[in-house]
């Protein structure tokens, strides 16, 4: 089930689950039904991000032209707090963020389109994200903003933080 959030393009995924005494199966991806909702359907690189510690954030990344890049994400063990930001420039939402939460049991998924901004923090400890992005990765045109941006409202949840240098040091975003 596709449910369009606020910030256009950008789609909470909930599995449709066939479920019998086995328990369930469920696709995942398709590419008609992404295709159908004017989502990116390449996967050009599958991503494994594991957390050992609770707290550890990671964000906001995105990737600038011509490697901007899509991205369809989903907690596979433990859970994280999510979070996007549109920085498509003359999009009625350029610049708000929307954050929901992913877990492994809920198993629901969150579709980032191109030029937005994302990132997480976990939940618990030994959390695992697997991304599915429509661009391979490229140094040279990764980019981030300032994860706690008061420009962007993003209000995360009050653990003690984990965040790398990178991070960290990411400027206010200039609009």
């Known amino acids: ?41 390449q996967v050009a690189q599958c991503n494994i991000s594991f957390n050992e510690r609770k707290g550890t954030l990671r964000g906001m990344h ?57 990132g997480f923090q976990t939940l618990e400890p030994d959390t695992e994200v697997f991304y599915q992005m429509s661009q391979c990765y490229s140094a040279e045109h990764s980019r981030g903003v300032r994860w706690n941006d008061p420009a962007f409202g993003i209000i995360w949840p009050p653990d003690e933080r984990m965040i790398n240098e990178r991070d960290q040091k990411y400027s206010d975003f200039r609009a």
């Open 62 to 118: 995105y990737q600038v032209s011509p490697f901007e890049e899509a991205k369809l994400v989903r907690c596979t063990m433990g859970s994280i707090y999510d979070a996007i930001i549109d920085l498509r420039r003359g999009s009625p939402t350029f610049g708000r963020s929307f954050s929901v939460e992913l877990t492994a049991r809920n198993r629901r998924m969150l579709y980032i389109p191109r030029e937005f901004a994302h």
């Open 1 to 41: 089930m596709f449910i369009e959030t606020f910030l256009k393009g950008a789609f909470i995924i909930d599995l449709e689950k066939r479920e019998d005494d086995r328990g369930f199966f469920a696709r995942a991806f398709c590419q008609r039904e992404f295709a159908k909702h004017g989502l990116e359907v």
